[in-house]
């Protein structure tokens, strides 16, 4: 299965976006992200966002099998409950998003090294890092606690089933306090 020390992580590339298509794809199902499936748009569009502020992929041997964003919350449902829970401004803030890992290598601490990678930028750039969480995703929610996460409030973004509990939004402190 691999472990944790045969991971190498490197920023996204063009060409990964066939086998991330692939990843999400086939983790959909027993993760339930993303929670609207089949996406209403092309599955290229959700890995690939406007406004990263860095994409990274984990692999294996040489075979991609993870992936995260980090992103730059400029407008819309996200920077609004994030700014209104946090007092801080989008400009401020880093989205840590799309972060999937390959069902067939789950455990193997990819998902712990694409958090880490991606929150090492975002304080490198200045910013906080923030993220939202289905709370029905109760082991996604749960990782990110045991990362040291803490909810800061929730929000309803419209793509949310109107059956489902609201986001949780969350975000990690820093740990020298600054």
């Known amino acids: 299965m691999g472990t944790s020390s045969d991971v190498a992580l490197r920023e996204r590339r063009p060409d990964d976006l066939p086998r991330l298509v692939e990843v999400l794809t086939a983790q959909q199902a027993d993760s339930g992200y993303p929670v609207r499936w089949p996406l209403p748009f092309p599955v290229e569009d959700f890995v690939v966002r406007a406004g990263e502020l860095g994409a990274w992929v984990a692999e294996i041997e040489g075979v991609v099998a993870g992936h995260v964003a980090l992103l730059h919350p400029a407008s819309g449902w996200e920077a609004d409950a994030f700014a209104e829970a946090m007092d801080l ?19 193997a601490g990819i998902g712990t090294r694409l958090i880490d990678v991606a929150v090492a930028h975002a304080r490198a750039l200045g910013r906080v890092p923030v993220l939202d969480v289905v709370q029905e995703h109760s082991p996604a929610a749960a990782l990110y606690r045991r990362r040291g996460w803490r909810v800061v409030g929730q929000a309803r973004p419209h793509w949310l089933p109107a059956d489902r509990e609201p986001v949780l939004l969350m975000t990690l402190d820093d740990p020298v306090g600054g």
Not at 89 to 107: C, I, K, N, Y
């Open 89 to 107: 401004s989008a400009e401020r803030m880093a989205t840590m998003s799309t972060l999937f890992v390959d069902a067939q290598r789950r455990g």
